[in-house]
């Protein structure tokens, strides 16, 4: 079963923190690039981070660089954003995939960033 499994999400307010996590399984893990992208309401989806096969090179979108942050750790099969000083235009579903064929997403989380 190749999948990716991600956990984190919820409502946090301006300002505030949250990590979301993507478990890999079903293929070799430390062989692809994973990005995160999101997603708001009536928007295009946007590709926010990405980070390289071994974890040394990182990319980011100019709207979040400074507060949100990807690692990875190969050795237990995940992929994280870290996501700090949150703002209300943050909200959207997150998704991780992997750069590489076949297309592979998780499922989504949705961060919501309200007062």
């Known amino acids: 079963q190749v999948q990716l499994v991600q956990s984190g999400g919820g409502l946090v307010q301006p300002g505030g923190s949250l990590r979301l996590s993507c478990v890999a399984s079903?293929?070799?893990?430390?062989?692809?690039?994973m990005s995160w992208y999101r997603q708001a309401p009536g928007k295009e989806r946007e590709l926010v981070a990405t980070?390289?096969?071994?974890?040394?090179?990182?990319n980011y979108a100019d709207s979040v660089k400074g507060r949100f942050t990807i690692s990875r750790d190969n050795a237990k099969n995940v992929v994280f954003l870290q996501m700090d000083s949150l703002k209300p235009e943050d909200t959207a579903v997150y998704y991780c995939?992997?750069?590489?064929?076949?297309?592979?997403w998780g499922q989504g989380a949705q961060v919501t960033v309200s007062s």
């Open positions: 995939t992997r750069w590489g064929v076949p297309d592979l």
């Open positions: 079903g293929f070799v893990f430390r062989y692809f690039a």
């Open positions: 980070i390289d096969d071994a974890g040394g090179s990182t």
